[in-house]
């Protein structure tokens, strides 16, 4: 199976409540070096997918909802595994938000736009606490390098349970962005940020970013830009040293090749050293040639694990150097997103994300 997968599969697996050696024995009949784009990948992950939305259908006309939002999660994470770039992967929208529905807590859709360009979301918050008024803050959530909005509903959970209303969008080219990824997409967290002004349920002055993987970059470089955000969380993303020449280069092969899609170029016509000097614009230091006080100030957390092999180890200390308001929490033990310490470093981040937003327990 792709390298791609080993860093999602085990937490959606979780989720989903599909047992381990169930999905291995299905995916052990994939050939060897296939992918999604191939019709066998495509037919092994569709059979069980189908099994499970006609096992929803059969609760829900019997009444259970629990059973059918059990079923329509399981179906839902097989149809993920269909997933291809570029696509919205409608079956697994429809799965997800059905399971969600079932329980009383609907992922509410909402639809941002940036010019011409739509993207739409996922709005959730924790309920409302007896005879209280209070305005919730809030954690805009954004996914790594194609992750779906639906795979990051489990991040939200843990922060909705520490008081926070969340908003869950994809990267750009990504599910249902529109958006190309590039720099200047991170005009979308200003969509965002129009969107929470609006709202008034929502605290607009504790107000803050948490990036996934990829994600990280344009959380950070959006956050950075716009004084709306007061915090950032980077989880195992890239920033400065990982768009560099140096890292480019070394940088394993199987994600070069999704990078290069999201360039527009063919990953087999490009060569590595085309689809780096494209990549160099991203760097932070070259977006942000001269940071305002605000930005400097404005506190930023980075989380990642020492075995880290796809970004730079370096980014920390990169955004350091360039006077950048860091905080490091690295794993030891872990690779790339600390996914092995996934629940220690939310209530870590929750924990801090408090403390810089002045929030109460």
């Given at each position: 199976m792709?390298?791609?997968?080993?860093?999602?599969?085990?937490?959606?697996?979780?989720?989903?409540?599909?047992?381990?050696?169930?999905?291995?024995?299905?995916?052990?009949?994939?050939p060897?070096?296939?992918?999604?784009?191939?019709?066998?990948?495509?037919?092994?992950?569709?059979?069980?997918?189908?099994?499970?939305?006609?096992?929803?259908?059969?609760?829900?006309?019997?009444?259970?909802?629990?059973?059918?939002?059990?079923?329509?999660k399981?179906?839902?994470?097989?149809?993920?595994?269909?997933?291809?770039?570029?696509?919205?992967?409608?079956?697994?929208?429809?799965?997800?938000?059905?399971?969600?529905?079932?329980?009383?807590?609907?992922?509410?859709?909402?639809?941002?736009?940036?010019?011409?360009?739509?993207?739409?979301g996922?709005?959730?918050?924790?309920?409302a606490?007896?005879?209280?008024?209070?305005?919730?803050?809030?954690?805009?959530?954004?996914?790594?390098?194609?992750?779906?909005?639906?795979?990051m509903?489990?991040?939200?959970?843990?922060?909705?349970?520490?008081?926070?209303?969340?908003?869950?969008?994809?990267?750009p080219?990504?599910?249902?962005?529109?958006?190309?990824?590039?720099?200047?997409?991170?005009?979308?967290?200003?969509?965002?940020a129009?969107?929470?002004?609006?709202?008034?349920?929502?605290?607009?002055?504790?107000?803050?970013?948490?990036?996934?993987?990829?994600?990280?970059?344009?959380?950070?470089?959006?956050?950075?830009?716009?004084?709306?955000?007061?915090?950032?969380?980077?989880?195992?993303?890239?920033?400065?040293?990982?768009?560099?020449?140096?890292?480019?280069?070394?940088?394993?092969?199987?994600?070069?090749?999704?990078?290069?899609?999201?360039?527009?170029?063919?990953?087999?016509?490009?060569s590595?050293?085309?689809?780096?000097?494209?990549?160099?614009?991203?760097?932070l230091?070259?977006?942000?040639?001269?940071?305002?006080?605000?930005q400097?100030?404005?506190?930023?957390?980075?989380?990642?694990?020492?075995?880290?092999d796809?970004?730079?180890?370096?980014?920390?200390?990169?955004?350091?150097a360039?006077?950048?308001?860091?905080?490091?929490?690295?794993?030891?033990?872990?690779?790339h997103?600390?996914?092995?310490?996934m629940?220690?470093?939310?209530?870590?981040?929750?924990?801090?994300?408090?403390?810089?937003?002045?929030?109460?327990?």
């Amino acid at each position: 199976m792709h390298p791609s997968f080993k860093f999602n599969i085990c937490w959606w697996l979780e989720d989903a409540g599909v047992e381990a050696s169930t999905f291995d024995d299905i995916a052990g009949t994939l050939p060897e070096h296939s992918g999604p784009s191939q019709a066998v990948w495509q037919a092994t992950f569709s059979k069980p997918a189908q099994m499970h939305l006609e096992r929803a259908r059969v609760a829900e006309e019997r009444g259970d909802s629990a059973a059918a939002s059990a079923e329509y999660k399981k179906a839902a994470f097989y149809l993920r595994m269909n997933r291809l770039p570029k696509r919205v992967p409608a079956a697994d929208l429809q799965a997800t938000e059905r399971a969600h529905a079932l329980l009383g807590k609907p992922l509410q859709r909402i639809a941002f736009k940036t010019g011409a360009k739509e993207f739409i979301g996922y709005f959730r918050a924790p309920p409302a606490r007896p005879g209280s008024n209070e305005k919730l803050p809030v954690l805009v959530i954004l996914g790594g390098l194609d992750n779906l909005k639906t795979e990051m509903i489990r991040h939200s959970d843990h922060f909705m349970g520490r008081g926070f209303a969340a908003i869950i969008v994809e990267n750009p080219d990504t599910g249902e962005n529109q958006l190309g990824f590039r720099p200047e997409s991170s005009v979308m967290f200003d969509a965002v940020a129009d969107y929470i002004k609006t709202r008034g349920d929502l605290d607009s002055s504790r107000v803050a970013v948490y990036g996934w993987s990829m994600g990280g970059y344009l959380g950070t470089l959006g956050g950075l830009r716009n004084d709306f955000y007061k915090a950032i969380v980077n989880i195992g993303g890239p920033s400065d040293s990982s768009f560099g020449q140096a890292h480019c280069k070394i940088a394993p092969a199987w994600i070069v090749a999704p990078y290069t899609v999201l360039a527009n170029m063919n990953p087999q016509t490009t060569s590595r050293q085309a689809m780096c000097k494209y990549y160099e614009a991203f760097q932070l230091s070259r977006q942000l040639k001269m940071p305002t006080a605000v930005q400097l100030r404005k506190p930023i957390l980075m989380v990642n694990g020492a075995r880290e092999d796809l970004v730079s180890r370096d980014e920390p200390a990169s955004l350091a150097a360039l006077g950048f308001n860091v905080t490091q929490l690295v794993f030891g033990d872990d690779g790339h997103t600390a996914e092995s310490n996934m629940r220690e470093h939310f209530e870590f981040t929750a924990n801090w994300l408090m403390r810089r937003l002045k929030m109460e327990d």
